[in-house]
């Protein structure tokens, strides 16, 4: 199984919370292999073509994690 915690260390080391950073790295530590090898889309219409194939969910999840922290930095 591939550790996903690793695909998200730099995601991971932002979260500042000690036990929200301890749930999602748990959570990231029983992903499943298709997790990291799914795309983002199943039928290709909405979303880009680079999250269409073979680790596209990952790449789309490390976005919105991404978008999701620059909200927190705005707003928190």
């Not at 199984?1 to 919370?17: G, N, P, Q, S």
């Not at 922290?69 to 928190?76: D, P, Q, S, T, Y």
Request: with cysteine; proline share 3%.
């Amino acid at each position: 199984m591939t550790d996903a915690r690793k695909i998200f260390a730099e995601e991971l080391e932002k979260v500042k919370d000690r036990e929200i950073r301890s749930l999602a790295e748990n959570f990231l530590a029983y992903a499943p292999d298709h997790f990291i090898k799914a795309s983002a889309s199943s039928t290709g219409k909405y979303h880009p073509e680079d999250e269409r194939g073979e680790g596209g969910l990952v790449l789309h999840t490390k976005r919105t994690v991404k978008v999701v922290l620059h909200l927190c930095e705005a707003f928190g």
